[in-house]
Every structure is written in C-alpha cells, then in structure tokens.
C-alpha cells in the first residue's frame, strides 16, 4: 500500500443526500490533492492543499467542498450532487509544492454513485 | 492550451513480448514527466519521473524516454507479465505550478 487510505470505498448517494469522502496519509507529507476521474477522461485535478492551505481551486462547482483540518487528512464534502458527478474521486499526496520532482502518492480512490 | 496525448487507446500482446506506448504533449513551460500505471480500481502507481536534462529512465522492465525538443516519450515494457495488464498514464507538470496534466492513458492488456 502506498500510505494513502481513502475511505469509503465505494459509495452511492440520492442527488439530496450529503455525504463525506475522507483521506488520511500516514507519508509525513505537506501536499494533498484531489482528483475526479471519469470513464475514458483524463485525471481532472480538482483541489491542492499546501500545508493545510488550499492553494488550487481547478473551477470546482460549489457542491464539492473540501477541507484539510491538518497535513494528514482531506475531505470531500459533496451535496447536491448530480448524476455526471458519478466518477472515482482519487486523493494523492506529495511532500511538497511546485517544482519539485516530488513523488505523487495515490490513494484506492472512492468509487462514487449519484442516482 | 496544455495537453497530453497518449496513443494507442488500447494494447492487447502475448506474454513475454515487448511493447512501446507514446505520449506527446504541449505542455509548457515543462517542468517534469511521469509515467504511472493504474489497475483496474485502484490509484495510480509512479513508474518514473524525468526532468528536461533526463532522457532516459528505467525501473525494472520499464523504460521510459524524453526528447524535450519534439515534447515526446515512450514507455517501453520488456517482456511483458500478465500482470502488466493496466492502464499506463503520462502526465506531465509544468514549471512553476501545482498544475499536473494528465493524459487519458494506453488500457495494455497481456495474454497468456
């Protein structure tokens, strides 16, 4: 395993619902990101965080929220979801920021439904 | 615009032949380029990472290339394992940001 957990796994949610996808890395790292990836589509980088600042905002629609309490953990926070929002979200860490060759470490990812 | 563009789409091959998956991109101004290997499910893997003065790196069966000038790589797989079988991405950085662009990936499958 790489370091990174995601927690759920998998999770299917009504357009209504709220719900929380969480990322914990246990690397020492300063960065973590967010990703979507939908079928056939590249990784679409959502969110950076740079020790615990948000330091990318990739035009995110307002019904994903995150949050970074500390370096070690990230949150999704998703409402009003709507059914293209269906997609595995990944979460990865780095050591630190930009231009730096620095390894990117990916969670499992959490495979998420809008019905 | 900045862009990265894999080819082929999909990859079928026997066991234990070679292959060799492209990606050219346009990103600039380069920082760095990755090649990761994703599973069916699960994140993706770092392979190797190379800057603008590194033309060549490999980890293990997997060697990855960089001409800088044509903005071009390859990654290519030596006798191939079944479980090779994956989706290969090439991403590419550019300097001065957190921005990593990805491309949509070569789907390499390895037949027994």
């Known amino acids: 395993e790489t370091g990174v957990t995601q927690t759920p796994r998998h999770l299917v949610m009504g357009m209504t619902n709220k719900k929380s996808l969480k990322c914990e890395q246990h690397?020492?790292?300063?960065?973590m990101y967010w990703y979507k990836q939908s079928a056939k589509k590249p990784l679409e980088l959502m969110f950076v965080y740079n020790f615990k600042e948000q330091t990318e905002n990739n035009s995110v629609p307002s019904r994903f929220s995150p949050e970074c309490p500390n370096s070690s953990h990230l949150f999704l926070h998703l409402h009003t979801l709507q059914p293209e929002d269906s997609a595995l979200y990944l979460c990865?860490?780095?050591?630190?920021?930009?231009?730096?060759?620095?390894?990117?470490?990916f969670g499992p990812g959490t495979r998420l439904t809008v019905t | 615009k900045n862009q990265v563009e894999q080819s082929p789409q999909s990859l079928i091959i026997l066991e234990g032949k070679n292959c060799t998956l492209q990606?050219?991109?346009?990103?600039?101004?380069?920082?760095?380029l990755r090649w990761y290997k994703q599973d069916t499910g699960r994140g993706p893997v770092s392979l190797t990472i190379m800057t603008f003065s590194e033309n060549t790196k490999s980890n293990g069966r997997y060697t990855a290339t960089l001409d800088a000038d044509t903005k071009q790589s390859s990654l290519h797989i030596t006798a191939s394992q079944l479980s090779d079988s994956a989706s290969y991405i090439c991403v590419v950085s550019a300097k001065g940001t957190y921005k990593y662009i990805f491309g949509t990936g070569t789907r390499l499958k390895v037949l027994a």
């Open positions: 990606c050219n991109y346009t990103v600039s101004p380069f920082s760095n």
């Open positions: 990865a860490s780095s050591q630190d920021s930009t231009d730096r060759v620095d390894e990117q470490y």
């Open positions: 690397l020492g790292h300063n960065a």
